[in-house]
C-alpha cells in the first residue's frame, strides 16, 4: 500500500470513528440532563397548583415543580395508581412519574409526599 491510499484510508477511518464517538454522546446526554434538572427523567417533584376529575376518573393535575419552578399539566385516569389511595388535595407536595405520550404527559403514578396538617 503507498503512502496516499493509506493516508486517505486513516483519513476515513478518523471520520468514522468520530462520527460514532458523537452518535455515542448525543444517545447518553439526554438522561443525564434531565436528572440534573428534575428528579429523574419522567419524575417530578412538586407542589399541587389544580386538581380536575370527572365521574370517569379522567381529569388533569396541575405541578408546580420544586426544583426548577416549572408548571406541568398531568393528565389522569382510571389506570393512574395513587398512593395513598386519594386524590391530592390543593397545596400538598406530590411525586409524579408519567410518560409522554405524543406531547402528552400522563401521570402513571401519584405519590403525596408531603400532605397538610
Known amino acids: 500500500m503507498d503512502w496516499k491510499r493509506y493516508k486517505k484510508a486513516m483519513l476515513v477511518l478518523t471520520v468514522i470513528l468520530s462520527l460514532v464517538l ?12 434531565a ?3 428534575e428528579i429523574g ?3 417530578v ?14 381529569g ?9 419552578n416549572k408548571t406541568y399539566t398531568f393528565y389522569v385516569g382510571s389506570r393512574t395508581a395513587y398512593y395513598p389511595h386519594r ?20 401521570a402513571t403514578q401519584v405519590e403525596i409526599v408531603k400532605s397538610l396538617p
Open 45 to 58: 417533584q412538586g407542589k399541587v397548583l389544580f386538581i380536575e376529575t370527572n365521574a370517569f376518573r379522567r
Open 35 to 37: 436528572k440534573d434538572r
Open 87 to 106: 386524590y391530592p388535595t390543593i397545596g400538598e407536595t406530590i411525586k409524579v412519574f408519567y410518560i409522554n405520550d405524543q406531547g402528552y404527559l400522563k
Open 60 to 68: 388533569t393535575i396541575e405541578v408546580k415543580s420544586d426544583q426548577t
Open 22 to 33: 458523537v452518535s455515542i454522546g448525543g444517545v447518553f446526554s439526554p438522561l443525564t440532563i
Open 41 to 43: 427523567p419522567n419524575e
